[in-house]
């Protein structure tokens, strides 16, 4: 009878630990990371700290994203009580425009993952704000023998667009 209750609440306890949410195992230093505006086809890169808040050490069995545009890293060492780990999320920058995603941190012994999101919008190079090379053409009117005679000048000028 002993052994039976014992197993009842050794099972008991296994489930409620599995039952955990990853959030009262680990705390992540931000929930969001904004880029900004980065250029396209340039590959940015950025880390999340993972802190193990528990006195039990702490695995990340794997991470990952819904696309192959951003690509987590993470290591496989277990993570001491109060210790931490880094994870790296690359995003590649191929697509313009904005966006929004989510990277997975599933933990051993923890059903539910820890989410996390990248943002930020993906601007053409020649369009970033950074100071860029246009053309522009003018025409001058000079005075000439034949009245309707004009010289077109081209001008080169740096613009900066905001």
């Given at each position: 009878m002993k052994k039976l209750l014992f197993l009842?609440?050794?099972?008991?306890?296994?489930?409620?630990?599995?039952?955990q949410k990853a959030d009262?195992?680990?705390?992540v230093s931000a929930d969001k990371y904004d880029f900004g505006k980065i250029k396209q086809g340039v590959p940015v890169t950025t880390f999340f700290t993972i802190t193990n808040t528990?006195?039990?050490p702490v695995v990340i069995e794997n991470a990952w994203a819904g696309c192959g545009c951003t690509t987590p890293e993470f290591s496989k060492?277990?993570?001491?009580p109060g210790g931490t780990s880094k994870l790296k999320v690359g995003y590649n920058a191929a697509s313009m425009g904005h966006f929004d995603k989510v990277?997975?941190?599933?933990?051993?012994?923890v059903n539910e993952?820890?989410?996390?999101?990248i943002t930020g919008e993906v601007v053409d190079a020649n369009a970033s704000g950074l100071a860029?090379?246009?053309?522009?053409?003018?025409?001058?009117?000079t005075p000439a023998a034949d009245a309707n005679a004009k010289t077109v000048?081209?001008?080169?000028?740096?613009t900066k667009k905001s």
């Open positions: 009842a609440v050794a099972f008991v306890a296994g489930l409620s630990a599995m039952a009262d195992v680990i705390k528990t006195d039990k060492e277990p993570i001491a990277v997975n941190i599933k933990l051993a012994g993952p820890k989410v996390v999101t860029t090379a246009a053309t522009t053409e003018t025409k001058v009117s000048t081209k001008v080169k000028t740096k």
